[in-house]
């Protein structure tokens, strides 16, 4: 174990350290490790406590919205008492109180063309939980020009879906998986279709797993491959993914190495 380790943080983190895939170094890595969460919503709410509880060093959180009433029903790092309130200071009032020992950065802000760079090149991996495919297509485009993994997810009535984006690493990015289309656009979001609380639960919980892993380097990645979940039918179904040389935003990086 590091002497770099506090007690409080070895009794924290014990369960994490007992396992030899993560152990003291994966734990020292987590906690040296940054992730910019886009959205402190029904995703990204999942998604930030468990890194949070992980101990993800920084955690950078980024919303624009105050809390409504309705947004209660799956976006649990808020309260009712905290209607009203800016959803990034809601969250970093839960996450710091779950670990005070993390660095919690909050940026009151629409993401966009002005400001997306500087924020995804203030940390090292981010993670999309946005609910309209502008942003998502802004976010994926700011990952690859600053060469950062992308773990994203989307859901919708009782369905989700998750993929990892390397495209620095050769595989396809997000609008490989999605070109640019008027039906694609004019997807309905959670407020014109509902949303069933619990999948953005499982599927942030599921983001925040993909996260976590692409810092320990653990497992096989999502990268090339998207996860579908239908809550219904209780399935999970993977299909692979190729990425598009033609792609207007990866195309022209190097494509992936030969097996």
């Known amino acids: 174990m590091s002497p770099d380790f506090t007690e409080a943080e070895i009794q924290r983190y014990s369960r994490h350290i007992l396992l030899p895939e993560v152990g003291g170094t994966g734990q020292l890595r987590l906690r040296n490790a940054s992730v910019l969460i886009i959205g402190a919503g029904g995703l990204g709410s999942p998604v930030a406590q468990y890194l949070a509880a992980a ?50 950065e909050t940026h009151d802000r629409r993401l966009d063309t002005g400001n997306a760079a500087s924020l995804v090149r203030g940390y090292d991996l981010v993670c ?12 994926n485009a700011t990952c690859v020009q600053a060469q ?14 998750l993929s990892t ?17 008027k039906s694609v656009a004019d997807a309905p979001s959670c407020g014109d279709a509902g949303i069933f609380g619990v999948v953005t639960g499982v ?22 491959r998207l996860l579908l979940w ?21 195309g022209h990086l190097p494509p992936e190495p030969s097996p």
Request: glycine share 8%.
């Open 230 to 250: 239908d809550a219904l039918a209780t399935r999970f179904t993977t299909i692979a993914i190729a990425r598009d040389p033609t792609c207007p935003v990866c």
């Open 55 to 104: 101990g993800v060093g920084r955690i950078g959180l980024v919303d624009h919205d105050r809390i409504e009433l309705s947004n209660l029903q799956r976006q649990i790092l808020h309260t009712t008492e905290r209607v009203g309130s800016l959803k990034v200071d809601s969250a970093r009032e839960t996450l710091s109180a779950l670990n005070p020992e993390i660095v919690i």
């Open 165 to 181: 984006f390397r495209p620095h690493l050769g595989g396809p990015c997000y609008e490989c998986l999605f070109p640019r289309s």
């Open 128 to 139: 999309d939980g946005s609910d309209n495919f502008e942003t998502r297509y802004l976010v």
């Open 203 to 224: 599927l942030g919980t599921l983001q925040a797993t993909e996260a976590l892993k692409e810092i320990l380097g653990l497992g096989e990645t999502l990268a090339g």
């Open 148 to 161: 950062r993994t992308l773990v994203s997810a989307a859901v919708t009535r009782f369905d989700g879906q």
